[in-house]
């Protein structure tokens, strides 16, 4: 039955103007019916008291957001991983699956660091909460604050994150010696998402977490840690799934959402959609490449641990001579832009050794 259930989870989007359509129609419900509204927010306000009285003084921990994002990291990658071992049809790259190897290699150590840190900091509220205790409100935030408060927070660290993100490419000695870490996977999958050099790693937190820190309340806070970690691990699952914000926010005839359709392609081509949560960034900002059919990953085979053969070598040689006679025949201005994105690309793939000690490139 939770096999059958998990199935129907990966089943296509709904039609694409239902889509469309389902967000604006229920906010605009939400909006400009009082009676709806009110209902929310008693029902928001009965939540937010049982988790109160149900977690008691846990609610106090000051890095509770920190345990619950914990918590959605490894279950989205739980989740994730049974869609790579079932061979599910929503995989984007459908040539090349994670092997269990693969999965432990990257997840065993970030579950360890995570849990590690997680657990640091209920020792700390535990051994002296009158220092690491903080104030819990017992009113709940109403929907429309609700609403606001994560919307902005998602926005404002999606805007952080998206400029974090290029100026690791676009500043060769951050890219080569920092970002690099992450680019091992040129088919990214769940645990891959979290592999990332300390530093970088640091300075996403910091760029995501001081929004919602500084105006939104502690329900408000804890759903963007839970969202922002499922948010994650979508966009580096490798799955195309129904429910990832880019199957649903389409407000014309492009997507403003992020996801993992959008975000395999910068994992081949890294000049592209570099946005997290929302690509609208790369729309207004011109970094935008849209999912194809045509789009092919030039890296064979694009996984960290797998040890090339002299036939692939050879078939990756092929790929690119027939990518410079294209290039050749194209004209000056479509020479010109490709250029400039091979010569990126090169210093992405310099030689690094992967978290299992082998030779990406």
């Given at each position: 039955m939770v096999f059958n259930a998990l199935q129907q989870m990966c089943a296509a989007p709904p039609n694409i103007v239902v889509r469309r359509w389902t967000l604006p129609i229920a906010c605009a419900f939400a909006l400009c019916f009082p009676p709806i509204r009110e209902a929310l927010d008693v029902g928001i306000q009965a939540a937010w008291t049982a988790m109160l009285y149900y977690l008691g003084d846990y609610a106090t921990n000051y890095m509770i957001e920190a345990s619950i994002a914990f918590v959605a990291w490894l279950f989205s990658c739980l989740y994730f991983s049974y869609l790579d071992v079932v061979r599910a049809d929503t995989k984007i790259q459908k040539d090349y699956w994670p092997s269990m190897d693969e999965m432990l290699v990257v997840g065993v150590p970030q579950f360890f660091i995570y849990?590690?840190?997680?657990?640091?900091?209920?020792?700390?509220?535990?051994?002296?909460?009158?220092q690491f205790a903080i104030d819990v409100p017992e009113r709940a935030p109403t929907f429309l604050e609700f609403s606001a408060q994560l919307t902005l927070a998602l926005a404002i660290g999606d805007f952080l994150i998206y400029w974090e993100h290029r100026i690791m490419h676009e500043v060769p000695f951050l890219r080569n010696n920092i970002h690099s870490v992450h680019h091992a996977y040129s088919a990214p999958f769940s645990w891959a998402g979290g592999w990332v050099h300390p530093l970088e790693d640091a300075v996403v937190v910091i760029a995501q977490v001081i929004p919602a820190y500084l105006f939104c309340h502690s329900l408000t806070r804890w759903a963007f840690a839970a969202l922002w970690a499922?948010?994650?691990?979508?966009?580096?699952?490798g799955h195309d799934v129904w429910w990832s914000p880019y199957n649903w926010l389409i407000p014309g005839h492009r997507s403003w959402g992020g996801g993992a359709d959008p975000h395999d392609i910068h994992h081949y081509v890294p000049t592209k959609n570099y946005s997290f949560c929302f690509c609208v960034w790369d729309h207004l900002f011109g970094t935008y490449m849209a999912p194809s059919p045509d789009n092919v990953n030039g890296f064979v085979p694009p996984l960290a641990t797998h040890r090339r053969s002299d036939d692939e070598i050879a078939h990756l040689r092929e790929i690119q001579r027939a990518d410079a006679s294209r290039r050749a025949a194209a004209?000056?201005?479509?020479?010109?832009?490709?250029a400039t994105t091979k010569s990126c690309l090169a210093a992405m793939i310099r030689p690094v050794v992967s978290p299992a000690g082998v030779v990406l490139h």
């Open positions: 849990a590690g840190g997680c657990g640091y900091t209920w020792y700390q509220w535990a051994e002296e909460p009158e499922v948010l994650l691990i979508d966009e580096h699952s004209p000056p201005a479509v020479q010109k832009s490709t």
